[in-house]
């Protein structure tokens, strides 16, 4: 599984990324967890707002920290799929 957080580096971003690392550790999972902070690269995301949640290529959420309970569910979901590709 490949998770990215999207954003400048601001706090907001390091809370995320926190977020994440914990949702995984709860849930048991493995992933290729990676930051995009260059603005070009993010310009090319096209994104209405930062931070970003990218699970496997998906954006799962812009401009705000999900709770515990999706950032589970997100996770557990992407997993699901892995083992059934």
Excluded: F
């Excluded at 971003?13 to 290729?32: M, S």
């Excluded at 209405?48 to 401009?63: D, H, Q, R």
């Amino acid at each position: 599984m490949v998770v990215k957080v999207l954003g400048p580096g601001s706090a907001q971003c390091q809370k995320l990324v926190q977020e994440v690392k914990r949702a995984l550790r709860y849930v048991g999972l493995e992933a290729k967890l990676s930051t995009v902070e260059d603005a070009a690269e993010l310009s090319e995301y096209q994104l209405p707002a930062t931070p970003a949640l990218l699970i496997n290529g998906e954006v799962k959420v812009t401009g705000r920290i999900p709770d515990q309970a999706e950032l589970t569910t997100w996770l557990t979901t992407a997993a699901l799929r892995e083992e059934t590709s």
